[in-house]
């Protein structure tokens, strides 16, 4: 994992060209143009990270430079090292990242000038297979090829906690790493038996999936979802409805995380503030996950402290 990401190499704008975006990282006005790292392109956090774009833009002198990403894990290096301005992650990693510890890459490296701007909406773990493969619950992917998200995401790390919850420890099962759509695609063509994928339903690369091939969503329910949550307190009960995904008709019990946005402290409190302002005030244009995106409830879930400037919005 690249923990110091060039952002003038690999910025690139949405809605428009790599090309546009790099010559933005340049010349007058630099000052108001602002880092944010999302997620791949086929999870929730890059369209969602499009929406917010044009949103801040429209009410605020700023520009936001929206970058594909890893994600979580990626993200909170990003904001450390100060390369992102503002990042989409999990609220699992961002405590994580801040108190040095919950998984190897972050453990002992407390990252503790990354801050809280606010929480989103719940990302649910998605456990998909073929609607034949036989796999029926998670003790059944012993044994079994399963892609557990991009190396170093926050899918890998829930992935394996949940996993391990479970009794499968990472011997027991043929782990491979990729981004969502490629797991899409390895299940549809029988590469994997089954794969993780953490986002907001409907996650893009699912809806596609199950178009064009009959899946199945692994329930994760009962006593095994209460050991779960047990063992990590930041999960919470989730159910995807059903009809989110053609051919899964029946609810589908699970777990999720939260989404959040966060920052780092040495981006000027007038900046998030105004940032923030533009988002919460205008949520009425938000189309990803609006059911969940509100002032009232964005600070639901918050693991780590507030940045001054989200303070001065929310308080």
Known sequence: MNQNINRRTFIAGIGGTGIAALAGCSGEGNENQLAWHSGGTDGTYYPLSGEFKTIVEDQTDYSLQVQSTGASVENVSSLNSEDAEFALIQNDIAYFAVNGTGIEELEGNAMENIRGVATLYPETIHVITQADSGIDSLEDLEGASV????????????????????????????????????????????????????????????????????IELVEISGDLREDIMADAEWFAEDTIPGGTYDGVDDDVDTVSVQAMIATHEGVDEETVEGVTTAIFDNTDEIGTKSDFIDADSAQDGMPIDLHAGAEAYFN
């Open 147 to 214: 892609n557990t998200g991009d190396t170093g995401s926050g899918t890998q790390v829930n992935a394996l906690q949940i996993l391990e919850t479970a009794g499968i420890s990472e011997d027991d099962f043929d782990e491979q790493n990729a981004d969502f759509g490629t797991a899409a695609d390895q299940v549809q063509d029988g590469d994997v038996d089954a794969a993780f994928t953490v986002g907001g339903w409907p996650v893009g690369s699912v809806e596609n999936l199950a178009t064009n091939q009959d």
